[in-house]
């Protein structure tokens, strides 16, 4: 393997098929001297982090077109950003974002810092992030390792060590292949090498411009790589969503700032165990004394576990809630809106 003549494959290649992406500036425009917004690189990364390009691209543009810049983001309401954000998951995101929107703000005028160091001072911001800001944004030549860079990278070199005990393996291979030569280019190329011809199923090595270098497919199945250590199974849980109503209005509680869906809007609920709530056990949990329905039941999958909540429905009044019309119901958590859908549609 040539590192040099593999570099500059892979760039003809991505100058030819890079990705058309809303916060991408493309590499003919880039080699003209435009450079990438890095609160819009910045955004862009965070909202990456746990879903896909179709699923985060309206969301960054809805975000975007509210608050243009990170200064606009920094002076918003928390509870106003959480409520965009639903949808994407992990919300302690979220959060972080608005630390390091306001950090930004208040300590570098509005402008984020150009170096990976700098970047990954600032609050919420991890190394991965750092690294691709610095890279995309400022054209640093910064070792950007996301997971489908990993997968380019095990496959490239045929790395026998399963994920995740492969991972600092992978960095430092992908590491040697970093060059002060188009840095940014080079991060994107990678990524959309991953995301479009290297894929985790049936990849099209056909098409690939890195095939007569890569290990993997010389091995005959590369679809093998990266190899991975058995997942465990994700522990279930039980709970209890009570969709309180009030004519056309549902009661909604304040999920404390801490933990998981912390500070979100919510629908009351139990807490969530390992067993399932009996009768008598979900009405005693209820918000507030009235003639509770069963009125179905809803799964969910968390990263680290799955849920069946069972659906309580009921008319009535309630101390200490937030009465919210069901038209804005698309603001809560995707686990909530659930729920709140399902018991609305099965009782009427």
């Known amino acids: 393997m040539k590192p040099e003549a593999l570099r500059a ?3 003809a290649w991505y100058d030819a098929q890079a990705r058309d992406l809303a916060w991408r500036v493309g590499p003919v425009d880039g080699r003209a001297g435009v450079r990438a917004d890095p609160y819009r690189v910045w955004l862009s990364e965070v909202m990456l982090q746990q879903t896909t390009v179709p699923h985060a691209t309206p969301y960054f543009l809805k975000f975007t077109a509210r608050w243009p810049t990170v200064s606009a983001l920094a002076a918003e309401a928390d509870g106003e950003v959480m409520a965009a954000w639903a949808g994407l998951g992990y919300y302690a995101r979220a959060r972080n974002l608005l630390a390091c929107a306001r950090a930004v703000a208040s300590d570098h005028g509005g402008v984020f810092p150009d ?6 001072a600032l609050p919420g911001l991890g190394p991965y992030t750092a690294a691709a800001v610095a890279a995309i944004a400022f054209d640093r030549p910064t070792n950007v390792v ?3 860079v990993e997968r380019v990278i095990s496959r490239l070199f045929a790395v026998e060590t399963p994920l995740p005990d492969a991972k600092p393996e ?3 291979l992908a590491e040697s292949l970093v060059r002060d030569e ?3 280019d080079w991060a994107q190329a990678l990524m959309d090498l991953g995301a479009t011809i290297c894929k985790p199923k049936s990849p099209l090595c056909d098409r690939c411009p890195l095939a007569s270098d890569c290990a993997a497919l010389a091995t005959g199945a590369p679809e093998t790589y990266p190899r991975r250590t ?3 199974v994700r522990p279930h849980r039980h709970g209890v969503a009570y969709v309180l109503t009030r004519g056309d209005q549902v009661a909604l509680v304040r999920r404390p700032p801490k933990g998981l869906l912390g500070g979100m809007l919510a629908l009351p609920s139990s807490d969530w165990r390992t067993a399932p709530f009996t009768e008598a056990e979900a009405l005693a949990a209820a918000p507030a004394p009235a003639d509770w329905r069963h009125v179905g039941e809803v799964e969910h999958g968390f990263t680290h576990f799955t ?3 069972k659906l309580l429905r009921a008319e009535g009044e309630a101390r200490d809630v937030i009465w919210s019309p069901r038209r804005d119901l698309d603001g809560l ?12 549609t099965n009782l009427l």
């Open 115 to 120: 170096t990976e160091a700098a970047l990954r």
């Open 333 to 344: 958590p995707s686990v909530f809106l659930k729920a709140a859908r399902a018991a609305l």
């Open 170 to 172: 992978l960095k430092r």
């Open 9 to 11: 494959r892979l760039l």
């Open 230 to 232: 058995a997942k465990a």
């Open 146 to 148: 996301d997971g489908n």
């Open 307 to 309: 849920l069946t909540l």
């Open 182 to 184: 188009r840095p940014g």
